[in-house]
C-alpha cells in the first residue's frame, strides 16, 4: 500500500491496482497540483461535505463515489456522480469492497453542513480505514490498514473500536486545532489507536489552523506511544508494508 498526502485532508491511497483519492481538495498551499495534475482515481471517498474536503470531487466524477447517501445524492446533483458504492453510498460501521481495497466507514466528531452551509446537511461525518483484506475479528498480520481520521474531535471509538478491532498500521490525524483536534488531542488518538505510523493532516491550510508538527511529534512521544511520526511534504509518497 502507497499512500500520498496532496495537502490538508487530501489523500492518494493505492492498494495493489486500485486508487482512491480521500476528499480532494487541492487549493491548499502543501500541494503544487491542480486537480487537472491528478490521474483519475477508481474510487472517491468523501468525508463529509466541508468545501474543504469535497471543493474537487467534481473534477473525478467519473470515479465511483464512497460516502454517505446524503452526500452521494448532493455530488450526483451537483457534481454529476453516476456511480456509487451499492448504488446509493454507504453508512458508518459498513465495509465495502472497492477493487483490492477494503473500505471501511467508521464515525468522526464533526459537523457536516455541506459546503459549509447550515441549511444542507450531509449526514454523518466520517473517517475511512482503508485495507487490503477484509476485516475480521481474526487478527491478520500481513494485512496493511491506513486509518483516515477525517475531521474529527479526540473520541473513544479510537480506544475502543477503530483500534482494537480494524487494528489500523498508520493513521492520518488532524493536527489544526480550532475546527479538530490539536497536536496534544491527536497525539492521545495515536497512542489510542496503537499505529506503528502517525500523518499530521488538516493544518497549515489558512490562519486558525497554523501548527508546527513537531510540535505534534513532541506530543506524540509524551504520551507514550511509540508511534513514528512521519511528516510528508506536499505530494510526497509513503509506503506501507
Not at 446524503?70 to 465495502?96: I, K, R
Not at 499530521?200 to 513532541?218: G, M, S
Request: aromatic share 10%; with cysteine.
Amino acid at each position: 500500500m502507497q499512500v500520498t498526502w496532496h495537502g490538508h485532508s487530501t489523500w492518494r491511497v493505492t492498494v495493489g491496482e486500485t486508487e482512491l483519492l480521500i476528499d480532494p481538495f487541492f487549493d491548499n498551499p502543501k500541494t503544487d497540483l491542480e486537480p487537472s495534475d491528478v490521474d483519475a482515481p477508481d474510487y472517491v471517498l468523501l468525508t463529509h461535505g466541508h468545501a474543504d474536503h469535497i471543493a474537487h470531487a467534481g473534477e473525478f466524477s467519473e470515479a465511483t463515489l464512497v460516502a454517505t447517501p446524503e452526500l452521494v445524492s448532493y455530488c450526483q446533483d451537483e457534481f454529476g456522480f453516476e456511480d456509487a458504492v451499492g448504488g446509493m453510498g454507504m453508512n458508518l460501521g459498513g465495509t465495502v469492497e472497492c477493487g483490492d481495497a477494503f473500505v471501511t466507514m467508521v464515525r468522526a466528531d464533526h459537523t457536516n453542513g455541506i459546503m459549509t452551509e447550515n441549511g444542507a446537511s450531509g449526514g454523518m461525518p466520517a473517517g475511512f480505514v482503508v485495507s487490503d483484506t477484509k476485516p475480521t475479528q481474526v487478527a491478520d498480520e500481513e494485512s496493511t490498514t491506513f486509518y483516515h481520521a477525517g475531521d474529527t474531535s479526540l473520541m473513544t471509538e479510537m480506544r475502543e473500536v477503530i483500534g482494537p478491532f480494524l487494528e489500523p498500521d498508520a493513521a492520518a490525524v488532524p493536527i489544526g486545532d480550532h475546527f479538530t483536534m490539536g497536536p496534544a488531542q491527536a497525539a492521545v488518538a495515536v497512542d489510542w489507536l496503537d499505529v506503528d505510523y502517525a500523518f499530521p493532516q488538516h493544518y497549515d491550510t489558512f490562519p486558525p489552523i497554523e501548527q508546527d508538527p513537531e510540535d505534534f511529534a513532541r506530543e506524540v512521544e509524551a504520551a507514550g506511544s511509540d508511534a513514528e511520526v512521519v511528516v510528508l511534504e506536499g505530494d510526497e509518497s509513503f509506503d506501507l508494508e
